[in-house]
């Protein structure tokens, strides 16, 4: 694991996989740019280097045999404690252990930790665990980013009107908001005052009139939109950013919305129909701007009056103190 991660993402909690994933075969991933293999043993998850000790090879292109993973190569086998447990050939078992990752199950999803003494696992949203809503994940490839750039993009609420025109914001003439910000040493939360009937095609097929919508911040790696109208919660939507490498990031997208009369799996299809597009282009931009990084190196982004959140993810992200912090600003989306 490079030293070049901030520091709370180095010693943070990352989900690998949903949990009803898992099933008779390894699954490979990259954390860090450290793979990681997972299985199940004893219909428990297991996290583990994807090492063999013998040779190196990778356990993930093994076999499970009975709660044990087998390497490709020699047929070496390890056990849930990553203990060596078989040699094929010889009744000999040498004091060998793979090395096993701390496991955490939550929202449905299995986390681990690379940090030698892993921190305690942070904050997550409470709609999450709300029975009173429908839930459901949307788990999407890998794509080119950078891990900050890309929580930062997905709370910042002046860049839709180039990015994704029509879809979410309308290109007509600007309404002023107010914005009421909260910032301090455990996140980030924006509320924009909205109370109209939303422009973009988005919101007005699956809203109607909103009255606010909300941006948070969940130190290291979470972020999360909320949309309400006067019935109370619309939808919500909670994306969980894994940095699989430098500027490799894999999202974790989990829907709440409340329950009516339209089944949870319309609901599902509509709103990965609609996000499926507004997807693509936060990839391409982001993607671009990795690119055009290449020509700069390290800069120093310019921070601007709409930049409300961004500031608090780096600091955060990097161990760097947040003060508590109460203001409002009026934008004009």
């Not at 991660?5 to 909690?13: H, K, T």
């Not at 356990?59 to 056990?79: E, M």
């Not at 120093?300 to 109460?326: H, K, S, Y």
Request: with cysteine; glycine share 8%; hydrophobic share 45%.
């Amino acid at each position: 694991m490079s030293d070049a991660w901030p520091v709370a993402i180095a010693q943070g909690w990352h989900p690998l996989a949903a949990l009803d994933a898992l099933g008779s075969k390894p699954v490979a991933r990259r954390l860090m740019g450290t793979p990681v293999v997972l299985f199940l043993s004893a219909g428990k998850p297991v996290v583990m280097l994807d090492r063999c000790p013998h040779r190196a090879l990778k356990l993930s292109d093994g076999c499970v045999q009975g709660g044990t993973i087998a390497c490709p190569y020699h047929g070496w086998r390890f056990g849930a404690d990553g203990r060596c447990v078989e040699v094929p050939g010889s009744d000999a078992v040498p004091a060998v252990s793979a090395r096993v990752l701390p496991v955490e199950i939550r929202a449905g999803l299995v986390w681990t930790c690379l940090a030698e003494t892993p921190p305690p696992f942070p904050r997550l949203p409470a709609l999450l665990d709300d029975p009173a809503l429908d839930h459901f994940r949307w788990l999407v490839a890998p794509s080119r980013m950078r891990l900050l750039d890309g929580i930062e993009n997905m709370l910042d609420a002046s860049h839709p009107h180039y990015v994704h025109p029509w879809f979410l914001r309308g290109t007509g003439k600007r309404r002023a908001m107010r914005v009421e910000v909260s910032l301090g040493p455990d996140g980030a939360q924006a509320v924009y005052h909205e109370n109209a009937r939303a422009e973009g095609i988005m919101p007005r097929l699956l809203e109607g009139k909103r009255t606010v919508s909300i941006g948070r911040y969940f130190p290291p790696t979470i972020g999360q939109l909320e949309f309400r109208t006067d019935r109370g919660l619309s939808v919500s939507l909670t994306a969980i950013f894994v940095p699989e490498d430098t500027d490799l990031v894999r999202p974790y997208a989990l829907f709440s919305t409340r329950r009516g009369i339209a089944p949870n799996w319309l609901k599902r299809w509509v709103l990965k129909a609609f996000n499926l597009p507004l997807l693509r282009q936060d990839q391409r931009v982001l993607a671009d701007q990795v690119e055009a990084l290449k020509d700069w190196g390290a800069v120093d982004f310019a921070i601007g009056p709409a930049d409300l959140i961004g500031p608090t993810v780096w600091r955060l992200a990097n161990g760097r103190p947040q003060a508590v912090e109460q203001r409002e600003a009026i934008l004009y989306l």
